[in-house]
């Protein structure tokens, strides 16, 4: 009984036991990107001990980023089907035993399946259900809380960064990494911090209730190995994917995925060449990883002060707009870093890049749920993070061999920058090309039918022509009926 009434319908509290679930998604991003962002700082202690060259280096990040990724549709999978708890649970289990093992690693190769394969599928499964988690709770102030719990990921790496620098100082790299596979299993205690909660507008439609209540009835009547066993499991599957991967067909969501792609590009390499472009420019090790720390404060700061401005009503229906503007001055400051090359102007620089950082990857969910709603949150945040996959994997190497090719960090940081600009201007020609759309069809409709009213909501349009003439038409049956000639 205390069950069922844990999990009733209802609609998203928020706050309450909300809160709980903000604290617990916001440990699970510091044990998850956090800790991904400070891999970084291990980057050069591997390319010495290794001796390798910057571009075979740079795959330990870009695989964890890329596996992180690839597999959070697999996360949201085992969260929809088992729960939340049970996965994010499993997750601290394999991101903690990768890192361990990483510990005792001899070749790069040992590092690529370890700390990037394990410890990746490991976050992936923690990831995208806790962001999910935070939604079902929240919804007026769904940004805000969304700003507190992506904030765990600037924290962490303002804590984390000069932490991780001493642990090598004292410990060597393999004493570091053994470290943080034990701080990584505090991930189990964030999984069971997930309280399961089931929304009004979560439950499926009576056809496909009817067709898998129909289906297990038959399945209870026969052998569990009858061909019917496996009729069920399919039908049931199917219903339930379909249902929960329906959005993929909404032109909206298949703008914001493909400029995901170039934005994911572009984000990712300066975690990874921040502290070696600094070195490379005469910054001492503990000053870059000062840089690293200053990046992961002002994030934070963008994640909460973003977070807590779109929630405003001036700026609430603005969400969309403030996130291609984060991100495109990302893009803008990427073009600007090939000129600093100082400490005092290295400072600025991770200062407004990490402010507006935290700004899109705070609004990247609440962009989500606005286009594909509450129901459907956990499934496209997987996919959306799936989209990160691909840029997440090639654009460190990419990168990397520019550098080496070039001898400079110019050309690698201008395509960052490009790419993460035209990722905001694809956004904003999507949304210009959709209002001048939506205007033309309300003018020829006011044109076409003095009668013919309009409601839009969202992409859908409802129109009452048919209706206003079906009534005209029983106007004036009533009138011939009434009327009498003698």
Known sequence: MAKRN???????????????????????????????????????????????????????????DCVTMLCAPLGSVVSNHLSCQVGIMLGGLLASTGLILGSFATSLKHLYLTLGVLTGLGFALCYSPAIAMVGKYFSRRKALAYGIAMSGSGIGTFILAPVVQLLIEQFSWRGALLILGGFVLNLCVCGALMRPITLKEDHTTPEQDHICRTQKQDFKRVSPCATLTKKWVQTCLCCSLQQEYSFLLMSDFVVLAIS??????????????????????GVSHQQAAFLMSILGVIDIIGNITFGWLTDRRCLKNYRYVCYL??????????????????LPLLVPFSCTFGYF?????????????????????????????????????????????LVDTTGSYTAAFLLCGFSMIFSSVLLGFARLVKKMKKTQLQFLAKESDPKLQLWT?????????????????????VAVSGYNPT
């Open 260 to 281: 995901v792609l170039f934005m994911a590009y572009g984000c990712s390499p300066l975690f990874v060449y921040l502290v070696p472009y600094a070195l490379s420019v």
């Open 325 to 342: 503007f984060a991100v495109g001055l990302d893009g803008l400051c990427y073009l600007c870093l090939p000129m600093l090359q100082s």
């Open 357 to 401: 950082d935290g700004a899109y990857v705070t609004l990247i969910p609440v962009v989500t749920a606005e286009i594909v709603g509450t129901t459907s949150l956990s499934s496209a945040l997987g996919v959306v993070y799936f989209l990160h996959a691909v840029p997440y994997l090639v654009s460190p190497p990419i990168a990397g061999w």
């Open 457 to 477: 909501n969202g992409s859908v349009a409802y129109s009452v022509a048919k209706e206003l003439d079906h009534k005209d038409e029983e106007s004036v049956a």
């Open 6 to 64: 844990r999990v009733r319908s209802t609609s998203p509290p928020d706050g309450g036991w909300g809160w709980m679930i903000v604290a617990g998604c916001f440990l699970v991003t510091i044990c998850t990107r956090a800790v991904t962002r400070c891999i970084s700082i291990f980057f050069v202690e591997f390319q010495t001990y290794f001796t390798q060259d910057y571009a075979q280096t740079a795959w330990i990040h870009s695989i964890v």
